[in-house]
């Protein structure tokens, strides 16, 4: 691959809310690029992303997949993102090392509670997308609410390309707008037929391509130029100025389909290769490491898995090339590794490639100690790159092997899993001794659990779950003196402290500030006393939980001329703090999540009632058609089992979803 070819690579993630139709786009997608020859179904379990039996099983994506087809003469390398909030840590992984995505949305439902929540994390990654609504074939579509909705939820100026023609279950292709053709699908056929705009649409169709042209020139200046100055703007300049701003974010191209019919798929892949970024679009990484397959190897490793033929580590070429048999530098763990094969992934199958160049998203076979977030480059040229976050777990099971011969498999099967999926982390608790296992949700931890019994063939038993309490200050104290002094024998600590402790201002976990003058108290001690500090947030003073939004404030210190350090003022550090937290009125913190519950109208005074059973709190509640969309913040606590009791109450007809609302004060956790 020359270094221009670089142009014709796509990288993308497909984004949505659970059940908008991400698994059934991507299957079409696999299926008209010739990549696979027999359209897979998520409700029969045999699409080619959700190759898990738990996918299968659950009829759900939980494992970010990777697959990569060709379109137009352009690779592109495509994965399928999950839609439960429990699993938003594989879709930060994936965004990550992405250039662009398509965002799908349910056109009955428009922007759900998940779909906005990775819609954020792609702002956070600087993502461009494009939208494609699905679903127009159902009953309630309405592409101009999914619009509307896209543009108050998520604050972004939709650019509608196409216009549906038909409704609902007569819904059989799109005007496209920029060309002004028409595209329609008959049924039971894998392409459309391209046609002349309808008559009883060319009206409608003019004016909506009259309202595209003066979004796009007041949006962009090259278009707005052409549009005073011709009056209109031409085909070829309004794609231009959509990719242009695709690429900035400034708006948002957003075309209509029905991926279950096959309707709309050939012209949201022409969208791909016609407004989303090619690796060389977008800046060199870290502003220093471009596009280039002749500069030296970097490369993002950002998913590890391990297989039954051996352990995949899924990576993310940012330049250079990699060879079979060759020797790279992992910077993150400070190790040499051997790249033994290259594989080019279709979900759980995948082709040896000889090579990987510059864009490529690729497994490798051959390293051992690698972990997700590590960067793997040349040796001759080291570089770090930054690795994905990692959410903290709020959710925490007790596991053990039933039988106690199976404790070190236990042990070792929980390491890999970790090693998978950074977001689940193992801990002993020191207490009880016992193994606990923490993740992002129940539902996370139901499937890490079962992968233990499926795949390792273990017998356990796991505790209630159990969520991840905090800590902060109600009111805090001013002037607590704390004076460390330790004499026994050689060099002695000697280190002097006084601190104000107040709560923090909103949004923020931990602030640290100094105003001692005269030097009294040297800027490398100062410097050690708020790593002191950050020491004593590990554990506060009512159970033992992280301590979180708290100020402190270093208001005077003194030192000794020989036995003063860092060391010293660090201890006084954190038993000043400690003090400090058990003298302050603390209160008890406890995770709460925003919950949208969608029930049949009849079933909603028993779901209101259940949510106040829970200590939910109702923030609104809407009428559509005849079901009631309940949206309520409710402790984490109190919504284990919550999905069996809905299905309970509402006949199983009632569905809901979760993401997480940060910490709430816990009743009765107040103390000081």
Known sequence: MRTHLVDRVRNLGILAHVDAGKTTVTERILFLTGAIHKRGEVHDGTTVTDFDPQERDRGITIFAAAVSCDWAGHRINLIDTPGHVDFSDEVERSLRVLDGAVAVFDAVAGVEPQSETVWRQADRHGVPRIAFVNKLDR???????????????????????????????????????????????????????????????????????????????????????EFCGEGALAADTLRGALRGLTLTGEAVVVLCGSAYRNRGIEPLLDAVVAYLPAPSDLPPVRGEVPADPEAPFTAL???????????????????????????????????????????????????????????????????????????????????????????????????????????????????????????????????????????????????????????????VTVGRPQVAYRETVAKGVTGLLHRHVKQDGGAGQFAHVVIDVERAPEGEDFVFASTVTGGRVPQEYVRAVEAGCRDALLEGPLGGHPVTGVRVTLTDGATHPKDSSELAFRTAGRFALREALRASVMTLLEPVADVTVTVPAESVGSVLGDLAARRGRVTDQTARGGTA???????????????????????GRGTFTTRPAGYAPAPGGRAG
């Open 301 to 459: 490793a950002f998913k590890v898995n391990a297989t039954a033929t051996g352990r995949l580590t899924y990576v993310r070429v940012y330049a250079g090339t990699i060879g079979k048999g060759d020797t790279v530098l992992d910077t993150t763990g400070g190790r040499t590794e051997r790249i033994a094969r290259i594989l080019r992934v279709q979900a759980d199958r995948a082709t040896e490639v000889d090579a990987a160049r510059a864009g490529d998203i690729v497994a490798v076979v051959g390293p051992k100690g690698t972990r997700a977030g590590a960067t793997l480059c040349a040796r001759d040229a080291p570089v770090v790159l930054e690795p994905p976050t990692t959410a903290d777990p709020v959710v925490s099971v007790a596991v053990e092997a039933r039988r106690s011969t199976d404790t070190g498999r236990l042990a070792t099967a929980l390491a890999r899993l970790s090693e998978e999926d950074p977001s689940l982390v193992v801990r002993s608790d020191p207490e009880t001794g016992q193994t606990v296992l923490s993740g992002l949700g129940e539902l996370h931890l139901e499937v890490a659990v079962e992968k233990l019994r499926r795949d390792r063939g273990l017998e």
């Open 629 to 651: 969309v309940v949206a309520a913040t409710v402790p984490l606590a109190e919504l284990f089992g919550y999905a069996s009791r809905l299905r309970g109450r509402t006949q």
């Open 139 to 225: 009953a309630g579509a309405e592409l101009d609410a999914a619009v509307e909705s896209i543009r108050t939820r998520l604050g972004t100026v939709p650019l509608p390309v196409q216009l549906p023609i038909g409704r609902e279950d007569g819904f059989t292709g799109v005007v496209d707008l920029v060309a002004m053709r028409a595209y329609v699908w008959a049924d039971g056929a894998d392409t459309f037929t391209d046609l002349p705009v309808p008559d009883d649409l060319r009206d409608e169709a003019g004016r909506r391509r009259r309202h595209l042209e003066e979004t796009v020139a007041e949006l962009h200046p090259g278009a707005l130029e």
